[in-house]
């Protein structure tokens, strides 16, 4: 055997993460998404300029989970108190972490305002069709069908009203710069889905304005199954509904790629 | 803008409030347009950008509190204004900003309400704004002035104790303060905000220290029970520090009309037609109306035979002034809802009724 000395750190925390245990249920893909977010912000050296913003969901406690300064804002709230700290120090990196009742349910106005004002923050969007934190109630993006605590026989149109494609309302406004669906059901998605992110990043460091990446997630807990048959199940329903794709890219993003 | 500072000047009562902010070194100024308090963000968006600051008009005023929570976490002297309704809106924001002690300054122009009410001058916004107005253990420091100079120096201050006691502050005006133009002199001196003390607790990037946080959620109730306590050692700490409250003719007073705001302005004109008619009337007038000044006013309460409370409400303010008067005292309430201002004979004959009243 060679001796350690010649042994080589190949995989490791990244510094943007605390050392701590996160509350997320098992097969819950938010922690995927948090260490895409952690890696990006190593990848761009953000931690010391960095002030994030987490939501009321079930990534409530966001502000455990990073290094960077953090801030805990209202439910729905995140795009307009993101606004307030980029506005008054532009020098900073400013991002929110949002779930879908969150952003696209009672916080859906800020969001818009956000966007339409091209206003420079970068927000993750976690699209997982349902309102985990509370008891698996109907999101503003679940789907037709789809049984949740508060449409038991599953969400009738008629009286639940429609879902809500948050990507492509957003992309009908001129201020995004970067707008992308991605999904983290497996290793080449999960790659995607952190390329995405860093495209959304340099959106806000280039100064083009909004961006956000909507990441559709599962929830094993409240959908009520397997890790793994949640994966497929999203694979089967909702990318069918929620296409993964690149909406809106900024001409200068393009370039810097 | 030249501005002739340190000699009488016609200034607007919003425009007042407007400079004071700037004066005071507020950077940052987010607002949605509401009547009767148009001209402070007209004022914000003209003169903000001359001090290299920020002005955004927001979606809402739901936004617009969110944004000055997130501007004065990031440790800039923030400031939002609207009316009424428009507070109502933002009293979500208003608790989480108190509860995670960040500074800034918030100016009411009320108006008469409830609910859509009208644009007329009123103090019905009187119990949400010194009983707290959104959910949860706390409160909002709140000022009340009586003239445009008042508003530019009592929203001036208002920064300064926002930032010593890491809580909000309110400001309170009505449409007839925030319309009327008076006389006013702007002080020479204007605050510098990279002069201020730094703010050990602004999230303004991790640069060579720990990563700080601005929360309100305590998951633990013994945790949430301390910070509501400490939230509470800091009003009590500005009860004893932060009572302001002026008197006029209470000397020889055998009557105490109570009244803020317009209201007192109504009120002493009562008091010198009531003196002229041979009625012994003072003035107690409140400016900071939490803290309430319990120990001046129960001071007065002995001294006198009755208080007459004059409200632009109906009985709001009474409820305080019963409780610092704590039976010492009869306590009459002349209160004028739905943006009716009393005229001063109005008042003078509540005066007299009152007078009639405690003499049988």
Known sequence: ?257 | MTLARGERMLMRGNEAIGQAALDAGCRAYFGYPITPQNQIPDYMAAHMPEVGGVFLQAESEVAAINMVYGAAAAGVRTMTTSSSPGISLMQEGISYIAQSEVPCVIVNIMRGGSGLGNIAPAQSDYFQAVKGGGHGDYRTLVFAAWSVQELYDLTREAFDIADRYRSPVMVLGDALLGQMMEPIVLPEEVVDPDALPPKPWATDGAKGRPRRIVNSLYIEPLDLERMNRQLQARYDEAAEREVRCATEHLEDAKLALVAYGTAARVGISAIEQARAAGIPAGLFRPISLYPFPNRELARVAEQVDAILVAEMSLGQLVEDVRLAVDGSCPVHLYGRPGGVVPTPAEVVEQIERVMADTRG
């Open chain 1, 1 to 257: 055997m060679e001796a350690d000395t010649e042994t080589q750190v190949l995989f490791e925390r990244p510094q943007a993460m605390q050392p701590v245990r996160m509350h997320y249920c098992p097969g819950c893909t938010h922690g995927i998404v948090h260490r895409l977010l952690a890696e990006v912000m190593d990848e761009f050296d953000l931690v010391e300029r960095s002030v994030g913003v987490a939501p009321v969901g079930c990534a409530v406690f966001a502000y455990e989970y990073f290094t960077c300064d953090m801030l805990e804002a209202a439910h729905g709230r995140a795009p307009a108190m993101a606004t307030g700290v980029k506005r008054v120090r532009p020098d900073l990196f400013v991002f929110a972490y949002q779930g879908d009742g969150d952003l696209a349910s009672i916080g859906i106005a800020e969001t818009i305002h956000a966007a339409a004002r091209g206003e420079n923050i970068s927000i993750i969007f976690i699209n997982n069709a349902v309102f985990g934190m509370t008891g698996g109630q109907m999101a503003p993006t679940t789907l037709p069908g789809m049984r949740t605590s508060t449409t038991p026989e599953g969400r009738d149109l008629k009286l639940a009203g429609n879902p809500m494609r948050v990507c492509e309302l957003l992309a009908a406004l001129d201020g995004p710069a970067y707008l992308a669906r991605v999904a983290v059901t497996n290793p080449r998605r999960v790659r995607e889905a952190k390329r995405a992110i860093r495209r959304a990043f340099q959106a806000q460091l280039d100064e083009l304005g909004f961006s956000l990446v909507e990441v559709l997630s599962t929830c094993p807990t409240r959908w009520g199954m397997p890790p793994l048959d949640a994966l497929k199940w999203l694979d089967d329903n909702m990318v069918p509904y929620y296409p993964i794709k690149e909406f809106v890219v900024a001409e200068g993003l393009a370039e810097a790629e």
